[in-house]
């Protein structure tokens, strides 16, 4: 009995180890030689290799649950985070809009003042070209 739990356990590390790409354990098949031999040998065969396949299945589907266990990847965000988002959004702009309203008053100052003193320059200059002429 012994040798049949072994020979379950090494067949299973083997499949394992060809599952990713090892080179697999060696097996000792004298234990299939015995088990042919018996009056109920193939039964006993059939009996280890199906138990073989469930539980190399199973100990496979483990390390794939285990191996690919990740959080679940948010597609969207939830309602909260889409309204936390847009309000930022909305205060980034309104932001915006206020130093482009004051970028303009300031440069409209600007011009009003370059304006006036462009407008007392020119009154100067045509009222001395007008004393140059009654002279």
Do not use: C, W
């Not at 072994?6 to 098949?29: C, D, H, Q, T």
């Amino acid at each position: 009995m012994d040798d049949i739990i072994r020979f379950e356990n090494e067949s299973i590390a083997s499949i394992v180890m060809i599952v990713f790409g090892f080179n697999p354990v060696p097996l000792n098949l004298s234990l299939l030689t015995q088990l042919r031999s018996m009056n109920n040998g193939k039964v006993k065969l059939q009996q280890l290799f199906t138990d073989l396949i469930v539980r190399s299945d199973t100990f496979l589907q483990k390390i794939a649950a285990h191996m690919y266990e990740k959080e679940i990847e948010q597609v969207r965000p939830t309602l909260e985070e889409e309204i936390k988002r847009a309000r930022e959004l909305q205060s980034r702009a309104m932001e915006n809009v206020a130093t482009d309203k004051a970028n303009k008053k300031e440069e409209r100052s600007e011009e009003d003042y370059n304006l006036a003193d462009t407008l007392e320059k020119l009154k100067g200059n045509s009222e001395s070209s007008e004393d140059d002429k009654t002279d």
